[in-house]
């Protein structure tokens, strides 16, 4: 009774099939085209602007992920209304060095946000 392995070429011609049925990317006659504004371009003169871009790009990824899980702990109501102030004011004090960080180094927090081709932008549009 051991585990059975998956058929590995079913799996491979399952995945081609799903790359087939993916839009071609339309053709543009005559006229070169050009890579979507937010991805990141690497080149070797402009390796560690890249590098610090695409650093910032995780932290604030990851600074909206903790702040959404944060805001469905004060909904599901289990922090006391000092925990919530705390809690509220670490949230800001992050944005505002996300921000501080991003203009150090030339960029705004929407310059982070990458064009990731058919799945979208990286990061949700801010909430209003």
Same mark, same amino acid.
């Given at each position: 009774?051991?585990?059975?392995?998956?058929?590995?070429?079913?799996?491979?011609? !399952?995945? !081609?099939?799903?790359?087939?049925?993916?839009? =071609?990317? @339309? =053709?543009?006659?005559? $006229? $070169?085209?050009?890579?979507?504004?937010?991805? #990141?371009?690497?080149?070797?003169?402009?390796?560690?602007? %890249?590098?610090?871009?695409?650093?910032?790009?995780?932290?604030?990824?990851?600074?909206?992920? #903790?702040?959404?899980?944060?805001?469905?702990?004060?909904?599901?109501?289990?922090?006391?209304?000092?925990?919530?102030?705390?809690?509220?004011?670490?949230?800001? =004090?992050?944005?505002?060095?996300?921000?501080?960080?991003? !203009?150090?180094?030339?960029?705004?927090?929407?310059?982070?946000?990458? %064009?990731?081709?058919?799945?979208?932008?990286?990061? @949700?549009?801010?909430?209003?």
């Amino acid at each position: 009774m051991g585990r059975e392995t998956p058929d590995v070429r079913a799996v491979g011609e !399952a995945m !081609a099939d799903a790359v087939r049925l993916l839009p =071609a990317p @339309p =053709a543009d006659a005559g $006229t $070169t085209r050009q890579p979507p504004a937010r991805r #990141i371009r690497t080149g070797s003169d402009t390796v560690e602007e %890249d590098l610090v871009k695409l650093v910032l790009t995780v932290v604030e990824l990851l600074r909206q992920l #903790i702040e959404r899980q944060a805001l469905r702990r004060v909904d599901a109501g289990g922090l006391t209304e000092g925990q919530e102030e705390e809690l509220g004011a670490t949230l800001l =004090a992050l944005h505002d060095r996300m921000t501080e960080l991003c !203009a150090q180094h030339g960029f705004s927090l929407e310059d982070l946000n990458l %064009d990731l081709g058919p799945l979208g932008p990286l990061l @949700p549009p801010p909430e209003s």
